[in-house]
């Protein structure tokens, strides 16, 4: 049997391999040299043509281009009027910006523990942790898998709520054959680097609401507005413009923009290669005892962002802090997506303990998100097929 580099036998590989990594062409190099060379650096003619592009993508009637993922959830909280006293129920196994959003209007984040297979918010517990007080709920499409939209749509309908999905792993996926974008009340996207379309930083938030809409455009832009039917006072002079709510200055530059329009044109073929990669890994670790595949809901055609190798520690002689090293000394380079976020110092000292979402807290100990990327060669896919292998074998009970 071979050893495993962590006990002093060859590494699968000799040089490093990461969890993510953009993929950038000629293409996309010459759409923002184009922009540098223009007018407009920002607020300029690539902004709508983004958001007209990720419409016709997604299917969503509007679309508001934004500075990043963080930008578009505080904007689609206030949008939805969430504030002072409310609470909005989310997952904790998420990027910490899909609560901080509730903390950012002065509202409240609950915690909704996820479904053990599928690893996405579980809507029974969504249905238990709702009150008067409940106003949102934040649902993360997790790795690229579809959230239940049916079932929480049917919820948030009957209970007066607004479905908000963090959409910064779902482009590409499909809900019963629709567009994630197209079907809950707003849904946001960000296109930082490791995610399947980046600008370097950007975010958008998706509706179908023409009122949410008009509220994003103000909240982007400090709440400013320059048409005479939306101002309070009559203009006096052809310069006039008026704020009439509190807003941010969230915009996203033209530079990112004419960069995420080229690598959405590429978006079929990320499509394709991350789900081929998904098949390969699936394929071959369905085949060890001592691993868990991630179930999929039948509804959701996704496109995966992150793939996540989950251990059954029980199986083992390690556990996943050793089995990621083992990984690391094999030259694959992983992450943990994500530590839950009431974990966090911060959390912790607004009250929330450990022990509030069990099967989230399960996942985060058995669980490494393992390279996933458009660029990845077949031998880069087999290497972390390897590597992974080999420690199981070596490591099994
Ligand atoms: C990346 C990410 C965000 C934040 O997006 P940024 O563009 O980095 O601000 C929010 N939620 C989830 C689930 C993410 O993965």
């Known amino acids: 049997m071979d050893k495993p580099a962590i006990c002093g036998g060859k590494p699968i590989r000799g040089t490093k391999i990461f969890y993510g990594h953009q993929y950038i062409d000629d293409a996309d190099i010459q759409a923002v040299v184009e922009v540098l060379k223009s007018d407009y650096l920002t607020c300029g003619p690539k902004i709508e043509e983004l958001e007209k592009k990720l419409c016709a993508v997604t299917g969503a009637k509007y679309a508001v281009v934004c500075s990043n993922g963080t ?14 006293g409310d609470e909005m129920i989310t997952t904790p196994i998420t990027f910490a ?24 918010i579980d ?5 238990s942790l709702t009150t008067e007080k409940t106003k949102a709920v934040v649902a993360v499409d997790y790795t690229g898998q579809s959230v239940e939209l049916d079932r929480l749509l049917a919820h948030c309908r009957k209970h007066n709520l607004v479905l908000i999905e963090d959409g910064a792993h779902v482009i590409g ?47 982007r832009s400090h709440g400013i507005t320059k048409n005479p039917a939306k101002m309070e006072h009559e203009p006096d002079g052809p310069w006039y413009y008026e704020q009439v709510a509190l807003g941010m200055n969230y915009r996203m530059t033209d530079m990112q923009a004419a960069l995420i329009i080229s690598q959405l044109d590429k978006l079929p073929l990320f499509m394709k290669r991350r789900k081929e990669i998904v098949k390969a890994y699936d394929e071959a670790f369905s085949k060890l005892p001592q691993l868990f595949v991630q179930k999929e809901i039948p509804q959701s055609d996704t496109t995966r962002h992150l793939y996540i190798l989950r251990i059954i520690p029980e199986k083992l002689k ?58 990845m060669t077949d031998q880069d896919v087999d290497d972390v097929i390897q ?4 420690i199981v074998e070596y490591f099994k009970r």
Not at 71 to 84: D, E, P, R, T, V
Not at 97 to 104: G, I, K
Not at 178 to 204: C, Q, R, W, Y
């Open 318 to 375: 390690i556990d996943r802090k050793q089995f990621f090293e083992a990984l690391a000394a094999e030259n694959i380079c992983c992450q943990v997506h994500y530590i839950p976020v009431y974990y966090f110092p911060y959390y912790e000292k607004l009250g929330y303990q450990k022990g509030l979402c069990p099967k989230a807290e399960k996942l985060y100990e058995e669980e490494i998100s393992l390279p996933l990327y458009y660029a």
């Open 123 to 127: 809507p029974a517990h969504v249905e």
């Open 173 to 219: 996926t499909s809900y019963n054959g629709k567009k994630n974008g197209s079907i809950a009340d707003m849904t946001t996207l960000s296109f930082h680097p490791v995610k399947t379309v980046t600008g370097g930083e950007g975010g958008a938030v998706l509706t179908n609401s023409e009122e949410y809409y008009q509220k994003l455009l103000l909240y």
């Open 387 to 390: 590597a992974v292998t080999k």
């Open 71 to 84: 930008a578009a959830l505080h904007m689609a909280c206030q949008a939805a009027g969430i504030g002072a």
């Open 97 to 120: 910006a899909s609560a901080n959003c509730a903390l950012y209007c002065g509202a409240k984040p609950v915690f909704a523990d996820i479904n053990e297979e599928t690893y996405n």
